[in-house]
């Protein structure tokens, strides 16, 4: 069992910054890979980009985040990070961290076993 714990979120205007964070606890962290994802009101949930276990860390990201978000992650404080920038209007949502043991970098809501509560973030024009 992995249990994720997600902070960071909050209003923010258009072309800030802002750091989300998730805090991992039970076994294993450094072998699951890790993804964010969000979910605005009436949508989706939305994948956003994960990180993987290996050693040599693979990262995808979304067309629509690419170039303005970072995904990193550190096992030695069980904790990955979604670094926020030039954020839009349409980047409000609710943002989720989760995980999973499957291979590689896996983009689909179903692929994930463990999530998070979520954290508000909120872009102001």
């Known amino acids: 069992q992995v249990q994720l714990v997600e902070s960071g979120g909050g209003l923010v205007q258009a072309g800030g910054s802002l750091r989300l964070s998730c805090a991992a606890s039970?076994?294993?962290?450094?072998?699951?890979?890790m993804g964010w994802f969000r979910q605005a009101p009436e949508k989706e949930r939305e994948f956003v980009g994960a990180?993987?276990?290996?050693?040599?860390?693979?990262?995808l990201y979304s067309d629509s985040v690419k170039g303005r978000f970072t995904i990193s992650r550190d096992n030695a404080k069980n904790t990955v990070y979604l670094q926020m920038n030039s954020l839009k209007p349409e980047d409000t949502a609710v943002y989720y961290c989760?995980?999973?043991?499957?291979?590689?970098?896996?983009?689909?809501?179903?692929?994930?076993?463990?999530w998070g509560q979520g954290t508000q973030v909120t872009v102001s024009s």
């Open positions: 990180v993987s276990w290996s050693t040599v860390s693979r990262i």
């Open positions: 039970g076994r294993a962290f450094s072998s699951y890979t």
């Open positions: 989760a995980a999973t043991n499957r291979f590689g970098v896996p983009n689909g809501p179903s692929d994930y076993n463990y």
